[in-house]
């Protein structure tokens, strides 16, 4: 067994990144900022673990731990003490809860809100297929291009549901090229995009009526494949204009991750 170099950086964790986050702040807090007596002179800056632990109602071997980078469970009402305690600002409240891939309790949950209205009006400026997904993959606005091209789904009076659509419409699985390929990465990339509110009321309904609707969706949950939404090619088949080629761009608005602007790029 080899010893590391004691001048060797460690490792860069999300665990670790979010000790230094927390170390460095307390050293920036001073006893009188939270009300305690400055006492003996202190041989580090700022507060002491075991000082933040007790504003935070946690064991100091706990907050020791959080510091040091283990790989602790830290949940997000902890979290947000350890926020309070070190008088975080919104922005860095924000950045700790990012670093502890947990949602701020006190936020509003992102799918109570409104899309903003700027995104929605843009759509119908783009040239292309465009359309905005909700949480749940609900297309909550699309402009003419699209509904143009996703015959049984944006034109006329259908579900709007992306999954709805794709897994039980005839109408998609004619339009859809491969089928069979793209229906299978789509149950996988919404696992993936769904792991934070999968016991949502909206997103467990949605999964149990498409896996007592469809027997392949069903099959594809089941498999518990798990895949990032990505972009590139998407062929259809449309029913007026023939063999179509896009190439496909998602963006994720700031501050909204629940949504999803969705573009379909001509590759002609």
């Not at 006893?31 to 673990?49: D, F, M, N, S, Y």
């Not at 309904?205 to 594809?220: C, E, G, K, N």
């Amino acid at each position: 067994m080899t010893l590391t170099d004691k001048n060797e950086p460690l490792a860069e964790t999300p665990a670790h990144a979010l000790g230094e986050f927390i170390r460095a702040h307390r050293e920036r807090l001073s006893p009188q900022a939270v009300g305690l007596a400055a006492g003996p002179r202190r041989r580090t800056p700022g507060l002491r673990r075991e000082e933040v632990a007790q504003l935070c109602g946690v064991s100091p071997t706990w907050y020791t731990w959080i510091e040091q980078g283990r790989p602790v469970s830290a949940s997000a009402d902890a979290l947000a003490r350890i926020a309070v305690a070190l008088q975080l600002s919104r922005a860095e409240r924000a950045y700790l809860f990012e670093l502890a891939a947990q949602r701020d309790p006190a936020e509003p949950d992102p799918a109570s809100q409104d899309a903003p209205a700027a995104l929605l009006q843009t759509v119908a400026l783009i040239g292309a297929p465009a359309y905005v997904l909700d949480r749940q993959w609900n297309a909550l606005r699309w402009n003419e291009h699209a509904s143009a091209l996703f015959v049984g789904w944006l034109d006329g009076d259908h579900d709007r549901n992306l999954l709805t659509y794709t897994f039980t419409s005839a109408a998609a699985r004619a339009l859809i090229v491969d089928w069979e390929t793209r229906a299978r990465r789509l149950a996988a990339e919404f696992r993936a995009d769904s792991i934070r509110h999968l016991n949502d009321a909206p997103t467990r309904a949605l999964i149990d009526d498409l896996s007592a609707a469809s027997a392949a969706f069903a099959r594809f949950w089941a498999s518990q494949d798990v895949f990032e939404r990505e972009g590139g090619e998407r062929a259809f088949n449309h029913p007026v204009r023939g063999p179509v080629v896009f190439n496909q761009i998602t963006f994720k608005p700031a501050h909204r991750e629940d949504l999803k602007l969705v573009i379909l790029v001509g590759s002609e």
